[in-house]
């Protein structure tokens, strides 16, 4: 007995056994996986520094002073500090002909998550009131290609999702992410640095941040997905209603 366990474990154990010639292939298969995820995400990263090149020199006028202060670029900072305050009317004078009048206060129409964003910059100094709508704007553009590429490597794993992706495919997704910060209409938003861009801009980066996670709870469900889900779709809501639109359907729908 004891010699045919020995028998059986060395039959096991060998190198050219197929329990390790299995083992080994499985490693070498996510190991391809692996790689070629790497791939794809270090051309679609190439590209989106790209993008931001680009957009940083529209936005800056080929400054490249980053916290340069423009007209209307102060809105989300003046309401911030007014929710410091524990309020939400703010200066008539600040909104000028963007303010909506409601018995004795000024009210801006646009939601509060980008003013959310600057809470934590505008606790430390006030020396930047004004001059973060370039930042943010850039910082938006982020979310937005970082979307953009997972969506691009979820539509290339639902059509080959065991096999691991070629370097044609790589640069493939790095052209796609290319082609969205570049040739739509996230680009032309760097054209003027103010209020209306940064809103439509955040709401779009949020809507397609919100579609995302939408698509990998669908494929994967769990609570935390789902919640996530619904926070960048309400985020999304806060910024730019009619661009979140979208996000909010998906979601109704499910």
Request: charged share 15%; hydrophobic share 50%; net charge positive.
């Amino acid at each position: 007995d004891s010699s045919g366990e020995a028998l059986s474990t060395d039959s096991t154990s060998t190198p050219g056994s197929p329990r390790r010639r299995r083992a080994s292939a499985v490693r070498t298969a996510r190991a391809a996986v692996l790689n070629g995820r790497t791939y794809f995400t270090r051309a679609c990263f190439v590209a989106g520094v790209i993008c931001e090149v680009v957009f940083c020199w529209m936005a800056t006028s080929g400054t490249w002073d980053l916290f340069q202060q423009r007209q209307l670029s102060n809105l989300y900072d003046a309401q911030a500090r007014a929710l410091f305050h524990g309020r939400w009317w703010m200066s008539a004078k600040v909104l000028s002909i963007e303010g909506i009048h409601t018995g004795a206060h000024e009210y801006m129409y646009y939601g509060p998550f980008p003013a959310l964003l600057r809470m934590p910059v505008l606790l430390m100094t006030n020396r930047l009131d004004g001059r973060l709508t370039t930042v943010s704007m850039m910082v938006g553009l982020a979310v937005a290609l970082v979307a953009v590429s997972r969506l691009a490597w979820k539509a290339r794993d639902f059509v080959r999702e065991s096999a691991p992706a070629s370097i044609p495919e790589a640069v493939a997704g790095g052209f796609f992410v290319l082609v969205a910060g570049l040739g739509s209409i996230l680009v032309w938003l760097a054209s003027w640095t103010i209020v209306y861009h940064e809103a439509e801009l955040w709401g779009a980066a949020l809507t397609l941040a919100a579609l995302d996670t939408l698509i990998e709870f669908v494929r994967r469900p769990s609570t935390g997905r789902a919640l996530a889900a619904g926070l960048l779709a309400a985020a999304a809501l806060l910024t730019r209603g009619s661009v979140a639109a979208g996000a909010v359907a998906a979601l109704g729908v499910l």
